[in-house]
Nanobody
Framework: QVQLVESGGGLVQPGGSLRLSCTASGNIFSINNMGWYRQAPGKQRELVATVTSSGSTNHADSVKGRFTISRDNAKKTVYLQMNTLKPEDTAVYYC??????????????????WGQGTQVTVSS
């Protein structure tokens, strides 16, 4: 059973910083892309940032220069450093991973996995 568990959300004032973490666990053969999406009330889920297994990153225009995604392959963990937060960054943030579950002798089909979400609120 593959699980993605997020941490690091909370309440922060405008201009502040937060760091989100997400760790994958369970029977995992390999992880390809990892990333973060967010969903604000009444809006569709949107891409925030992604990172490949080799470390190539992609950030949404709305967060470029403020947010930085990174990952530690050995720890199966992806991070999102969020600086200069704005009220419009308020949302539930979801961790994402595209991976092959299984073991070294039994690789299963690639699939997309999601965390349970962590609330980020930017307000004074």
């Amino acid at each position: 059973q593959v699980q993605l568990v997020e941490s690091g959300g909370g309440l922060v004032q405008p201009g502040g910083s937060l760091r989100l973490s997400c760790t994958a666990s369970g029977n995992i053969f390999s992880i390809n892309n990892m990333g973060w999406y967010r969903q604000a009330p009444g809006k569709q889920r949107e891409l925030v940032a992604t990172v490949t297994s080799s470390g190539s990153t992609n950030h949404a225009d709305s967060v470029k220069g403020r947010f930085t995604i990174s990952r530690d392959n050995a720890k199966k963990t992806v991070y999102l450093q969020m600086n200069t937060l704005k009220p419009e960054d308020t949302a539930v943030y979801y961790c994402y991973a595209r991976l092959y579950p299984g073991t070294w002798f039994a690789k299963l089909d690639e699939g997309d996995y999601w965390g349970q979400g962590t609330q980020v609120t930017v307000s004074s």
